[in-house]
Each structure stands twice: as C-alpha cells, then as structure tokens.
C-alpha cells in the first residue's frame, strides 16, 4: 500500500456509444421472428437487388419462408451467446405480430417487417437513443419491438429522441425516378418533401458523423440530424458509386483510430479529414452460401462487421479473405456464420446496436 487515496469508479451513462470501436459493454441484438414479406414499392424496387423483385411484388404481406426464418433465428441466437460469453451484456426486443395490417389516412400497409435488425431504426449517439424516421412503409412502426428497452433506458437517465414521424405521402417518393445507368448521375428515390433516414446510413467517429445520401435517407433528413446534434457533433455527407444505396456499412466503416475498410467498388475517393487514416480497400467479397428468391443485400454484406474494441472485429466466417486481411492489419477475428441473416437484410454489424461503450466523446481528426 502506498497510502494515495482510493479514488472512486466513475461509471458511464447505461447508454454511451460515441464511435464503433471502444470496448463494448452492452448491446442489442436483434430478432426475426414474425418476419413479413414487405408491400412492393417504388423505395423497395430502388434497394432491392433485381433478381428479388418477382419475390417482393408477389409475396408482400405475407410470412418470409419458415425454414429461412428458422435458420436466421438460429445465428442470431449463436451471435447472442457469443457476445454474451465475451463479456457483453446482451438485450433483445420483443416479440411482436408483423402479421397485422396497419396504415394511416393516406396509405395502407398489408405488414411490417421484423425487429432483426435495431441498427436500422434507432441511432445512438453519446447518451441519446434516437428513433429513426424510416422510409419504407413497412416499417413505420418497428421501433416500438424495441420500446420497452427503450423506456427501461430513459427511466435509468438515457435520453430518448424520437424524430419526426415521417408521414410517407405519395410525395415524398419521386414518381419520376429511373434507376441509374453506369457512369450516370446519381437519382434517388426520395424527394425532400420531409426529413426521413435510416440510422444505418450513418457511421460515427466522436464529434463527426459521416452520413450516406441514399433512397432511404434524404438530405433533410440529414439536415435535421445535424439540427438536432448541434454544434457538437459534425455531420459530413459522403457520396460513393452505388447505383441502389441504402445504408452506408457495407461500403464505409472505421475499425479503430486511424484504420478505415472501405468497399472498393463504390469508394472512388476518401473524404480529406482520412489523410493520416490507413485506408485499406476490401477484398472481393466470396458472396452468399446460396442464392435466394428474396435476398435483400448485394454480396458485399460480408463488410458489415461489428467491433468488439479496437483490437477484435466479430466477421463473418465464409468471408476468408476479409478475415485474413483484417488478421495482417493487427485485428484479432472472432468468426460467425450469418449467411441466414444477410439475404434477410443485414450482418453482425446490422442486426445489432451497440448501448454502451468505455469511452468518451473524442475527435478523432
């Protein structure tokens, strides 16, 4: 004993996650039971990869293949059991019936969705849990799989912001869109009529936030985000090459300080503030186990990894060469399979939501 005085443990907020790689301490993963068929639409037709729309348009409304669900619920379940034996506390959402037909005065949806991916509908930033104002109809009502975590986190001194509820008229999508040819200028679905995103198509680093244009996320929606932080945190909007964008963690992820992976075939330029970042392109991806009638991703997926701190990256297993790159570049791999889950529309990185990580609000440029 040296006789210093036993300074006490400052605890963090039970919500606090300012980056995607300080050491994660609490998370929520996802579920896919009662996952539907969403309704055809013009913001599906402009995300969806070509060789699904026959599936969409015929099956809106009604369940996802059983024997897919059940696969998809299996690794979700593995991933939880693994985060949980790393040391993280693990929270799911609850159970709800996405078999229900529901609307408003303007439109009317035969379903929603599911609850398997939390990245998508809600956005924590610091201590604040935001919804998100989500694009697709189907899923105007999916955080509230979500809410009983929610309030249990704000009556525990979270924040809890819920954006402008989005009231998807007719004119917020662009009746005009075409989709883009190669080497052509970039139009997407959504019109500016008012603020809608999805939380995915954000990626944050501290005090900045890098933010993807896409047809889920328009540029008021981007606008209010920024409003909303305020001067505190820096929104910066990246452009890249991909013809259907929706979501931007396929394409633009930062792993640690100073170490960014980016998707080679939509990234033509990095943003000047990564100048002293190691930027290193993925290699191609190895792509799906097998093909699906309704896969909702492009093979890229395999990008949407989850870190557990600056040093161990969650990746998924078929992906070999991303593993051994990542391994070359100081990373320790923890392997999951989550070939179920990516054509139902995510991996490690999508189906989960980090609430809390050891750290403090830093600038990082």
Avoid at 47 to 52: D, M
Avoid at 164 to 173: I, N, Q, T
Avoid at 269 to 285: H, L, S, T
Avoid at 318 to 344: M, N, Y
Wanted: hydrophobic letters at 40%.
């Amino acid at each position: 004993m040296d006789g210093s005085p036993c300074l006490p443990v400052q605890e963090l907020p039970v919500v606090n996650s300012y980056n995607e790689w300080d050491p994660l301490e609490e998370v929520i993963v996802g579920v896919i039971d009662g996952a539907t068929v969403p309704q055809w639409h013009l913001a599906l037709e402009s995300t969806l990869p070509g060789e699904s729309w026959d599936f969409y348009r015929k099956m809106g409304g009604r369940p996802f293949p059983p024997e897919a669900v059940d696969a998809a619920r299996g690794q979700l379940d593995d991933l939880a059991e693994l985060l949980a034996r790393e040391g993280v506390v693990v929270r799911r959402p609850e159970l709800l019936d996405f078999s229900r037909p529901f609307g408003t005065p303007e439109w009317a949806s035969p379903a929603g969705l599911y609850a398997a991916m939390p990245r998508d509908c809600l956005l924590v930033v610091g201590d604040e849990i935001i919804e998100a104002p989500m694009a697709w109809r189907s899923r105007y009502f999916e955080t509230h799989a979500f809410r009983t975590l929610i309030k249990e986190y704000f009556q525990r001194g979270a924040r809890w912001t819920a954006a402008p509820h989005p009231e998807l008229h007719d004119e917020l999508f662009d009746a005009c869109y075409e989709h883009p040819q190669p080497d052509g200028q970039m139009q997407y679905a959504l019109t500016e009529f008012e603020p809608t995103f999805d939380a995915a198509d954000f990626i944050r680093c501290g005090r900045d936030v890098f933010a993807q244009r896409s047809n889920v996320t328009n540029q008021f929606g981007i606008d209010w985000l920024q409003s909303h932080l305020g001067s505190e945190y820096s929104i910066h909007t990246v452009e890249f090459n991909d013809p259907h964008p929706m979501h931007i963690d396929a394409t633009f992820m930062p792993l640690a300080p100073g170490k960014l992976l980016v998707n080679p075939a939509r990234v033509n330029g990095i943003p000047p503030m990564f100048r002293d970042w190691e930027v290193k392109a993925a290699p191609p991806p190895v792509g799906p186990a097998r093909k699906v009638a309704f896969n909702m991703c492009s093979d890229w997926i395999g990008m949407n990894v989850l870190m557990l701190d600056p040093e161990r990256v969650i990746v998924e297993s078929r992906e070999q060469p991303l593993i051994d790159q990542l391994r070359k570049w100081g990373f320790e791999t923890i392997p999951v399979d989550l070939s179920a889950c990516h054509p139902l529309g995510g991996g490690a990185h999508c189906c989960t939501l980090d609430i809390r990580r050891r750290g403090t609000l830093k600038s990082y440029f």
